[in-house]
């Protein structure tokens, strides 16, 4: 079993080299890999050489990580293989603003689009003129927001 974790937004040369062994000679030693899910072509393994390579970079905010499993078969007659596990981990980057959306308080008339509003007079200045509402998609420390 393999772990690798890789920041998202980035596009490495390669992830990881396979490389079984076999201990015969000739066509019984000749290595075949075969990767058993792509993920829509997100993965690309070479049959031959064993590499693994990333074709788009990553998204923490769609998916956090990846499982690819990865069969090794040799070209004997009957042929003998072996598999692995590869988990991928996404590394979080912070790669999203925070979004402001602010609501006057429904007690107030207000016009259409929400960005206009009409305060009595007689406003009691204890009651919150209008909510906001701040968020960040990015997790840990990337998604906190600050006041200033
Ligand atoms: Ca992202
Ligand atoms: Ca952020
Ligand atoms: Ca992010």
């Not at 990767?35 to 393994?45: C, K, P, T, V």
């Not at 009651?127 to 200033?148: E, I, M, R, T, Y």
Request: charged share 20%; proline share 3%.
């Amino acid at each position: 079993m393999y772990n690798i974790s890789i920041a998202e937004n980035t596009l490495p040369e390669y992830l990881l080299k396979l490389r079984a062994i076999d201990a015969d000679i000739g066509s019984n030693a000749e290595l075949t890999y075969t990767l058993e899910n792509d993920h829509n072509g997100l993965f690309r393994l070479d049959k031959t050489t064993g590499i693994l390579t990333l074709i788009h970079a990553l998204d923490y905010e769609y998916h956090t990580s990846y499982q690819l499993k990865v069969e090794v078969h040799d070209n004997g007659m009957n042929f003998l293989s072996d598999t692995c596990i590869i988990n991928i981990y996404v590394l979080d980057q912070n790669d999203h603003a925070p979004s402001i959306q602010m609501k006057f308080n429904p007690m107030f008339e207000h016009n259409q689009d929400g960005n206009m509003a009409y305060i009595p007079e007689s406003f009691d200045i204890n009651l919150p003129l209008a909510f906001v509402n701040v968020h960040d998609q990015d997790s840990g420390d990337n998604g906190k927001v600050d006041f200033c």
